[in-house]
């Protein structure tokens, strides 16, 4: 029990101190003229520009690694959610469809699609973006794709078009 109170006094004396101890953000401000920044139509800052900002280097639609990432998640989620042995083969046609759709002030994107063949002997449509610092924590590029005819969880319904722009 004493050990509950000491802990409980330990927290609001830091919290006191935090509060009263800090310095007054918004105290000058409008006092110094604010840096010039490029802007997009919106009159938004463009991504490069923010106070974090994007490079806007992403992959091309036939990097490697974006082909190869594509085609294990893609065995993955077959194997482990859909009990199917369904593998990509190798992907033919690739071309980009747009590169950053909705202007410079949003996350770069690129979308692409290509034609994929699958183990199971068909052709198939696959429709995909890379994203930038949309990876594990923020870090990386990530990718998102579709397969049209199997998109069995209706995430991109209907027939993949919700993975292009």
């Given at each position: 029990m004493?050990?509950?109170i000491a802990n409980g006094i330990a927290a609001?004396?830091?919290?006191?101190?935090?509060?009263?101890?800090?310095q007054a953000i918004a105290a000058d401000y409008g006092r110094y003229a604010a840096p010039q920044v490029r802007t997009s139509p919106g009159n938004q800052?463009?991504?490069?520009?923010?106070?974090?900002?994007?490079s806007a280097n992403?992959?091309?639609?036939?990097?490697p690694g974006v082909l190869r990432t594509i085609s294990s998640r893609f065995?993955?989620?077959?194997?482990h959610f859909w009990n199917s042995p369904l593998t990509v083969q190798g992907f033919y046609n690739v071309r980009s469809v747009a590169f950053r759709p909705w202007g410079d002030s949003f996350i770069p994107r690129r979308f692409c699609t290509a034609q994929a063949y699958l183990s199971d002997g068909y052709k198939r449509t696959v429709n995909y973006s890379v994203r930038e610092a949309l990876g594990p924590i923020g870090l990386g590029?990530?990718?998102?794709?579709?397969?049209?005819?199997?998109?069995?969880?209706?995430?991109?319904?209907?027939a993949c078009r919700a993975a292009l722009p």
């Open positions: 004493r050990s509950f609001a004396a830091v919290s006191i101190a935090c509060l009263a101890g800090g800052p463009r991504a490069e520009d923010r106070i974090h900002p994007f992403i992959p091309a639609c036939d990097d065995a993955h989620r077959e194997a590029s990530n990718v998102e794709w579709c397969i049209v005819g199997l998109d069995r969880n209706y995430a991109f319904a209907p």
